[in-house]
C-alpha cells in the first residue's frame, strides 16, 4: 500500500494537526555552571529517534519529565508554557527567530517521592519485569502494601498530572490535536485526556514487548485491568511487531472479556472501537551515516584497529545491562566456544561496551556483580583480554566498533525492538555477521540475514558464534549488504509516516 496520499504530500503534510508528544525522557536536559545555563541533548533510542523527527511535525510540544535542577527551575519559570529550545549549532533556549531546527518543550516538574514510586517502584521494576518475563516466580515478585500504594499515589498520580500537561497543550490549540503518547511510563494517561479533550486523537506507542495474556496474571485483576482500560482510551495502541499487538488484543479478550476481531485487529470498548496496530521502530540513517563521518568516531576507529590487529576477530556487545538484555548467558556462550574450538584462543576477542542502568534496582545492581564475576572467570582461563568490558557510555565508541566488528552478539531474552542490531549492519565495513536472538522485535526484519539465536541455549549460541566466525567472507558480505537494505528502506520517517497515515484514515480525523 503506497504511503503517499494523491495529492503526492506526505502523511505528515497532510496532517493539519498540532502534536502533542509524550515520553518520560525528553529531548534536551539543562545545566547550569559557572558560564550560565547549558544544554545536553538526549540519548537513548526512542529520544534520538523522535528528536529527528519532531521537527518536522506541524506546531509540535514535546511534554516529558524534568530531570535536572535546571529544568525543574525552568518548568516553574515558564509553567504551563511551552520553551522554544534551537538545537543548533548547541542546544539553548531560543529567544527570537534563530534559523535551524527548533523544539518546543514543556517540563513537567514532578514531586520527587510521587516520582521515586512512580518510576523506580511501578515503572522500571514491576511493569519491566512482567513484559520482559524477568520474574523467577518461584520466588519473585512480592507484591505488598508499598507496591499497591505506589501503583495509586505515584504511577496513576504522576500520569493524571503528565495528562494534565498534555490536556493544556491541547487545549492551548483549540482542543483538537494529535496526541502521541510513549511507553510503558505512560498506561494511564489516554483515558484522562480523552475525557477532557474530546477531539484529541490519541495513540500510544509501547517501546517494549507486549507479553501474552497469562503474562499479566503476575499482577492482581484490578491492576492489569486499570492498565488495559487506559491503554483503551487511545484510537491507536501501536507495538513494534505483530505478535504484540495481537497479544494486546488477546488480553482485552481473555483478561477483561471484550469483543476482539483479530483479522480488523480491533477491539470494542465502551461503543468505541480501537485499533491496534505494529509499526516497527529504526534508526535515522542520515544521523547515524553523519555520526560515523565525525572525528570522534574515526579517533576511536584508529584505537580499535591497533588493538585488534588485522587478524584478531572483534566478537562485539552493545547494552544498557539490563538483565534482560541476557549478557552473562552471552559471555558463557563465548567461553564454551572457546572450550570446544581451543584453536580460536588468542585469535578472538570479545569487546563489551555496556552502559550501567538503572542501579538503583537491586537487581540491576546485582546485575553488574554477575557480569564482572563470569568476565573474571572467562578471562583466567582463556587469556587476560579474552573479554575487554567497558562499563560506560560512550556512543561514538559504540559506532566505530559497529563499524569494526566481526560479529555482533544480539542474545536477548526479550526485547521490543533492538536498535543496536539496526545500526550495526548500517555502518559495518567488515562483512560483520549479526547474531540474533528470536526474542527481539528485529528479528522479525533481519532474521533471514542473521545467525537466530535462541537465548537460554547456550551451546546453541557458542555453536552460532563459531559458524559466524568462520562463515565465507561472500557470504557475510551478502547478508549484510541485504540487511542493510531492509534498515534503509524501513527507517524511522516511514515508522512515523505509517502511523500518521492511519491516524488520518480514522473517522474521527475527518469528524474536526
Ligand atoms: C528500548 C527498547 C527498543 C549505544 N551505546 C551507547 C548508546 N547507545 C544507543 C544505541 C541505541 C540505543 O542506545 C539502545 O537502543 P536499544 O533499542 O538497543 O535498547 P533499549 O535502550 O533497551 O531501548 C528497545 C528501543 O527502546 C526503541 O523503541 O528498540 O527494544 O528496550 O540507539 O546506539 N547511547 C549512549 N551511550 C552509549 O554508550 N548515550
Known sequence: MSEQPATGQTPIDALGLPVVLLSHRGPVSF???????????????????????????????????????????????YGDKAVDVALEPAAHISEGDEPGPHLRLRLVDVDPRQH??????????????????????ASAPELTRREREAFDTGYAAVN??????????????????????????????????????????????????????????????????????GMLGNDVVAFHTRRFARNFLLGCQELLGLRVDLDAMTVTAGGREVLARYYPISVDVASMEAMMGSDAVQEHLQALDEAFLSDRKMILRVDRTDPSKNIVRGFRAFDTMLGDHPELVGTVRFFALLQPSRQDIPEYFDYIGAIGGVVAEINARHGADAIELRLESDLPLAVAAYSRCDVLMVNALNDGMNLVAKEMVLVNSRGGVLLLSENTGAHEELGEFAITVYPFDIQQQADALY????????????????????????????WLRRQIRDVLRLPAATDG
Request: hydrophobic share 45%; proline share 5%.
Open 160 to 229: 493524571a498530572h503528565f495528562a494534565d500537561a498534555v490536556v493544556e497543550q491541547v487545549h492551548a490549540h483549540g482542543g483538537r490535536a494529535l496526541v502521541m503518547l510513549h511507553d510503558y511510563h505512560f498506561y494511564l494517561v489516554a483515558e484522562r485526556v480523552r475525557r477532557e479533550c474530546p477531539r484529541a486523537l490519541i495513540t500510544h506507542f509501547t517501546h517494549i514487548p507486549w507479553p501474552e495474556p497469562d503474562s499479566w496474571r503476575v499482577l492482581p485483576p484490578d491492576l492489569r485491568e486499570r492498565i488495559f482500560r
Open 467 to 494: 559458524a559466524a566466525l568462520t562463515m565465507p567472507a561472500a557470504e557475510r558480505q551478502d547478508r549484510l549488504v541485504a540487511a542493510a537494505a531492509v534498515v534503509r528502506h524501513n527507517d524511522v520517517g516511514r
Open 116 to 137: 521515586e514510586d512512580f518510576y523506580s517502584v511501578i515503572a522500571n521494576p514491576l511493569l519491566w519485569f512482567v513484559q520482559h518475563g524477568l520474574y523467577g516466580l
Open 31 to 77: 545545566a547550569r555552571s559557572a558560564a550560565g545555563r547549558t544544554a545536553q541533548r538526549g540519548s537513548g533510542g526512542l529520544v534520538t529517534a523522535l528528536t529527528g523527527l519532531a521537527g518536522h511535525l506541524p506546531e509540535a510540544v514535546w511534554v516529558c519529565a524534568a530531570t535536572s535542577d535546571e529544568d525543574r527551575r525552568i518548568a516553574v519559570e
